[in-house]
């Protein structure tokens, strides 16, 4: 079954820690990304990765890290620098080329720090 | 910089009447414009997207490069229409997608 998979779907989490949420897909595509969704917000853009190796900061990067070492994965890190992490994280990614390619998304993932 | 702008956070219509989502956009130079549609308890997923010109689910946009528009229309509005809408624009040539904020439908029956 081809898509994008996000784990965990829900995580909780103690301030100050460092998290992780994984993002895989089997569709060989090349671009991937982070968006955080809050309500009243929509989606922001956080990095996204065209290439493995390579990656770039979204609007909103500050208190992130990613890392894109393998084509299929594209993990996000939630820093303690992060200061309101608490939000709704969705992984997306799209086919080589741009040009009105569409863009997959994840089912998400719920993080809440207490 | 790129930037998308949904001026309604809710739009209530009633079932059987016309929908017009609205959607203006900033970019100085040609974009690709999306409409994105996220049902209850379902991921997000494409809706339709201005180069293709189609109609999909009754739904159409069309893309006013003078108004810098990109508004969702339907006729005849339906229950199942009932969703979160979001307009989304990546410049040509690049990767990058910037969303806008959303707009909820609801249909009321």
């Known amino acids: 079954d081809g898509g994008i998979t996000q784990s965990p779907k829900y995580l909780f989490r103690k301030e100050g820690q460092n998290v992780t949420l994984s993002c895989e897909q089997n569709?060989?595509?090349?671009?991937m990304y982070w968006y955080r969704q809050d309500p009243g917000q929509g989606l922001r853009l956080i990095y996204y990765?065209?290439?493995?190796?390579?990656?770039q900061k979204g609007d909103i990067a500050e208190g992130y890290s990613v890392s894109r070492e393998k084509k299929e994965s594209f993990p996000l890190t939630v820093t303690s620098a992060q200061k309101n992490p608490t939000a709704f994280y969705l992984c997306?990614?799209?086919?080589?080329?741009?040009?009105?390619?569409?863009?997959?998304f994840g089912e998400g993932s719920w993080l809440t720090v207490v | 910089a790129q930037r998308v702008t949904q001026p309604e956070k809710l739009l209530s219509v009633f079932k059987g009447a016309p929908v017009e989502l609205k959607c203006n956009y900033s970019?100085?130079?040609?974009?690709?414009l999306f409409w994105y549609v996220q049902y209850s308890r379902q991921r997000l997923q494409l809706l339709l997207r201005?180069?293709s010109r189609e109609s999909i689910k009754g739904f159409t946009a069309d893309l006013n490069k003078g108004e810098t528009s990109f508004h969702l229309k339907k006729p005849f509005a339906q229950e199942e229409d009932s969703a979160m809408y979001y307009c989304?624009?990546?410049?040509?040539?690049?990767?990058?997608?910037?969303f806008g904020k959303g707009t909820k439908l609801s249909v009321i029956p």
């Open positions: 970019y100085s130079g040609s974009p690709e």
């Open positions: 990765s065209q290439i493995v190796n390579d990656f």
């Open positions: 201005h180069i």
């Open positions: 989304a624009l990546r410049g040509a040539g690049s990767y990058q997608l910037t």
């Open positions: 997306a990614s799209t086919p080589t080329g741009y040009s009105g390619n569409t863009i997959y």
């Open positions: 569709l060989n595509h090349d671009a």
